[in-house]
């Protein structure tokens, strides 16, 4: 019975975000109330909810804390070198700046730690989106898969875990791993260049050489520059109803600069993002405190959401001296804050009913259960495969501490390693950085404005594409038997 109220009651919720009959925040609260009342939790509903809940509470500061002050640094500027420098690259060409959304990502994702990758890619990229009149969409899902691939690194969530569950080194893990995840990291950057194809089609762009000395070549180069920051980006629907009109401008009204005259130098976006509250001369104090935070962050010699505060509460004392500009600042930030937070507590219910119901570890056995014997000498395979829904509809604690070691003891019996199931096991990490159960992944959004429905329907396959050419590629590397 709690097997079919588990999947009864994932399948509903999935259904009613996709569909969007209900927001994200009350898909997450009436859903699996509803259902735990019927699984016969009665009043002990709400000490399940308490515990997920205080359990949370330290991811909902850091995240609450992390906008704030991320916002802060856009808001006085801090990252509009960094902008330039990558909008000379992309060369207003949604297709390289999708690309170099992949490389990017990737780089950052060496450190581990989702919540500090999204921060410095949305950070540095989503003002060149928006003044592209590009969806934000395709940021966050290029973003979360790249950095999916990378959390397999031995530091990461999910080989750190598997080997905690099973008992072996994540080095043995992540080794004969490396194959595999670069041709996801391969596949990531294949799914970008389509997708910034896609938009470089909706926007009307045509592929010039910005370098051409030819006047017939620049006069078509600056007319494409016009048509990107005015007619095409006027739709940030993203050509299927992606996100809102949020595209920057400057006191012109196109988007773009009226100088054509050096096209392979394109506009900066300091020259057509309006900044009230830029602090020029505090730039290398912004830069940093930053630096510090992002530093403490990694090192983890403070808890994160220790770190936050500490550095929000300078950066607002620092860059906004006055009380009522500090209080603008934190009511400038405060929508973003509030729906990131707010899902945040919302998934303590979600999860509380999973746990505290028991729920989710009669949804393991039963999918244990369900394996044919033949596929016994296949586990590594199976696994593979499982990890892909399994860690969407659940946390990595769940999936490699209740499902994986279970899948391993059966393993065992044909003569398959824990190392070899573990490195089949981290193939669904590419979907898992899209799961609403992310806080990372909120973060993301949050950032981004992005909603999760409009996530979802472009992210899931192709994170799911990416996940099994990791998988078929780690079994004909030897990395486990297939």
């Not at 109330?33 to 205080?54: H, N």
């Not at 992002?294 to 403070?302: F, K, N, P």
């Not at 400038?332 to 505290?356: I, R, Y």
């Amino acid at each position: 019975m709690l097997v079919i109220l588990g999947f009864s009651m994932i399948t509903i919720f999935m259904y009613l975000i996709l569909s969007k009959r209900l927001t994200p925040v009350a898909a997450l609260i009436l859903v699996p109330t509803v259902f735990g009342l019927f699984a016969g939790a009665g009043l002990g509903l709400s000490d399940m909810i308490m515990t997920s809940l205080l359990k949370l509470a330290p991811t909902a500061a850091l995240l609450f804390f992390a906008i704030t002050f991320f916002g802060i640094m856009i808001d006085v500027g801090l990252f509009d070198p960094l902008i330039r420098l990558i909008l000379r690259f992309a060369r207003n060409d949604p297709l390289r700046l999708v690309v170099g959304t992949a490389l990017l990502t990737s780089v950052v994702s060496l450190d581990g730690d989702g919540s500090t990758t999204f921060i410095i890619v949305t950070s540095a990229l989503l003002p060149i989106y928006l003044r592209l009149g590009m969806s934000p969409v395709v940021l966050t899902v290029v973003a979360a898969t790249a950095n999916g691939v990378l959390n397999t690194v031995p530091w990461g969530g999910s080989t750190a875990r598997a080997a905690a569950a099973l008992d072996v080194s994540p080095i043995d893990i992540f080794v004969p791993m490396i194959p595999a995840i670069a041709a996801g990291l391969l596949a990531v950057l294949v799914l970008a260049f389509f997708l910034g194809r896609s938009e470089r089609k909706r926007l009307g762009v045509v592929e010039l050489d910005p370098d051409s000395t030819d006047p017939e070549t620049q006069h078509a180069h600056s007319e494409v520059l016009i048509g990107v920051g005015a007619g095409h980006g006027g739709d940030r629907t993203g050509g299927d109803g992606t996100g809102p009109d949020r595209r920057a401008t400057g006191s012109s009204g196109d988007g773009v600069d009226d100088d054509h005259s050096d096209v392979a130098d394109p506009p900066t976006i300091g020259d057509h993002l309006e900044r009230p509250n830029a602090r020029p001369k505090l730039i290398w104090f912004n830069l940093a405190l930053t630096v510090a935070v992002m530093t403490l962050l990694v090192i983890g010699l403070l808890e994160p959401p220790v770190i936050l505060m500490i550095g929000t509460a300078i950066a607002l004392v620092v860059n906004f001296p006055r009380v009522a500009e500090q209080s603008e600042q934190l009511k400038a930030h405060s929508s973003s804050v509030v729906s990131v937070v707010s899902l945040v507590f919302a998934a303590s219910v979600l999860t509380g009913v999973l746990n505290g119901t028991g729920m989710i570890e009669d949804m393991a056995r039963w999918l244990v259960d369900i394996i044919p014997a033949s596929f016994g000498p296949h586990l590594p395979i199976v696994a593979g495969v499982l990890s892909l829904p399994l860690t969407y509809f659940m946390s990595n604690d769940a999936f490699f501490f209740g499902v994986l070691p279970v899948l391993t003891e059966t393993a065992s019996h044909y003569g398959i390693t824990g190392e070899e199931m573990a490195r089949a096991a981290i193939i669904g990490q590419p979907l898992h950085t899209s799961s609403p159960l992310v806080a990372a992944f909120l973060l993301l959004v949050g950032l981004a404005k992005v909603e999760l429905a409009d996530h979802s329907k472009k992210a899931i396959w192709r994170a799911c594409v990416v996940g099994l050419i990791m998988l078929g590629v780690g079994g004909l590397v030897a990395a486990f038997p297939i």
